[in-house]
């Protein structure tokens, strides 16, 4: 009776052991009860799995097997439907994990975009970190003294400063768009200067070859960028030339002989002296464009381009523009880092300024010159306040400079048509309020 019942239970283990099983291997297991008098428990167990994986050509393992292999290769492996669902969920998680490695690159090389608390938009590659952070304050620059020295009667830096200048001092190629008055003129100028810092430090070079590039569409702007630049390189010993057509080539040439490290220059005459052998561009490493949209529509980008081919391959291109059109944009991907950041003070797109109020009228040709009289009789009336007056061609600034000087008004007037002389003694005059009315082509 003991052999039986113990028969009995162990039967029943081994239905319990089996279950889930097909028909064919309960058969099998059948056959296989007979041995279990003759044999220890453990090994007829082991018997019948070594059988079963014989007969079925299954990979079916024990349970003492599959922990193992759990903790050796992380997967159970069973003969039943569940090994291929494993297979399949081992597949995905590949699947994934591989696309997730393709995509990780992309995200390295991303765009990122931060739209500041003023309205700025600053894009490009890393410009979320901590070391780009706009500046609150001109000593949060950390630059010398003697290169703040020109920021002494601004209270803070202007949007387009503050976004740009750890951009430029970090040696990134740059992208600005801001309107004409934003303080562009620092925004690149500060940094340029302590490029050249930067370059000649450690050396004593009596003669240099220019370092810094800044081209300019007009002679006026040149001239005003070479006044900007000039008195801000004075204290730190930068020295500057400004290079433009209509005037004498004798003291330009004077100049870059006798040594220069930063150039502003129109392109025609700028590409004249480079023809000439007397400007050489080779070691320039900060290019600028300033008011690239302009330059482009005057028809100057053979120039520019012929101008960027003669500077050092290796340099850290910035551009201003007012507007972001295709051509500059083309021009942009040519010459500069794939990468370069781009900040947005304002828009993008032609407008008004928005800080100027502007009143159209459309009056007949013969009702303009009483129209401006009264204008002027309202707006000018103490003949102190500064008013300028744009007109269309240069043969009529002239005209409109001798009709208000008929009647009695105090007016200058520049224009292509007038010598580069007059031209700097009538914004002069403007400038310090001698002559506080002056007519100008565009």
């Given amino acids: 009776m003991g052999g039986q019942k113990n028969q009995k239970a162990e039967a029943e283990a081994m239905n319990a052991i089996d279950s889930g099983d097909t028909k064919f291997q309960k058969k099998r297991k059948s056959k296989d009860k007979r041995k279990l008098e003759e044999t220890d428990a453990e090994f007829a167990t082991a018997a019948t799995e070594g059988n079963e994986a014989a007969a079925n050509g299954s990979a079916e393992i024990s349970a003492k097997r599959s922990k193992k292999d759990k903790l050796e290769g992380g997967e159970e492996v069973t003969a039943s439907n569940g090994s291929v669902k494993q297979s399949k969920k081992k597949k995905k998680k590949e699947k994934e994990e591989g696309e997730a490695n393709e995509i990780a690159p992309v995200k390295e090389n991303a765009v990122e975009e931060v739209i500041g608390s003023s309205g700025v938009v600053v894009s490009g590659k890393n410009v979320n970190e901590s070391k780009y952070k706009a500046l ?44 004409t008055g934003s303080g562009k003129t620092l925004a690149f100028g500060i940094p340029a200067i302590m490029h050249v810092l930067s370059k000649r430090m450690g050396k004593n070079v009596k003669r240099a070859n220019p370092l810094c590039l800044v081209l300019s569409p007009t002679r006026e702007l040149a001239q005003q960028i070479s006044d900007v630049l000039c008195d801000s390189g004075k204290p730190c010993g930068v020295r500057s030339v400004c290079i433009y057509g209509g005037a004498s080539k004798g003291p330009q040439i004077s100049s870059l002989k006798s040594g220069v490290e930063v150039v502003i220059g129109t392109p025609g005459r700028l590409k004249d002296l480079m023809e000439m052998g007397v400007c050489l561009l080779k070691e320039v490493s900060f290019v600028v464009l300033d008011e690239a949209d302009r330059m482009l529509d005057m028809g100057f980008e053979p120039e520019v381009r012929s101008i960027l081919s003669q500077t050092c391959s290796v340099r850290q291109m910035v ?12 021009l942009a991907q040519e010459f500069m880092d794939p990468s370069p950041v781009k900040v947005v003070v304002g828009s993008e797109d032609l407008a008004a300024n928005h800080d100027v109020m502007q009143i159209v009228e459309v009056l007949e040709d013969r009702a303009r010159d009483e129209r401006l009289q009264v204008l002027l009789e309202k707006y000018h009336k103490s003949r102190k306040n500064r008013v300028l007056v744009f007109v269309l061609y240069k043969k009529e600034a002239s005209r409109v400079e001798n009709m208000l000087q008929r009647r009695g008004w105090k007016a200058v007037s520049i224009s292509g048509d007038k010598a580069q002389t007059a031209r700097n003694q009538a914004l002069s005059q403007f400038k310090d309020g001698s002559c506080p009315l002056l007519v100008s082509t565009p």
């Fill in 319 to 330: 551009m201003f523009s007012a507007t972001w059109p295709p051509a500059v944009h083309q």
């Fill in 136 to 179: 609150d304050s001109f000593a949060e620059s950390g630059l010398p003294s003697d290169v703040l020295e020109c920021c002494k009667t601004f209270d803070k830096p202007s949007p387009i400063q503050s976004h740009s200048w750890p951009f430029l001092l970090d040696g990134r190629d740059f992208i600005g768009i801001a309107a």
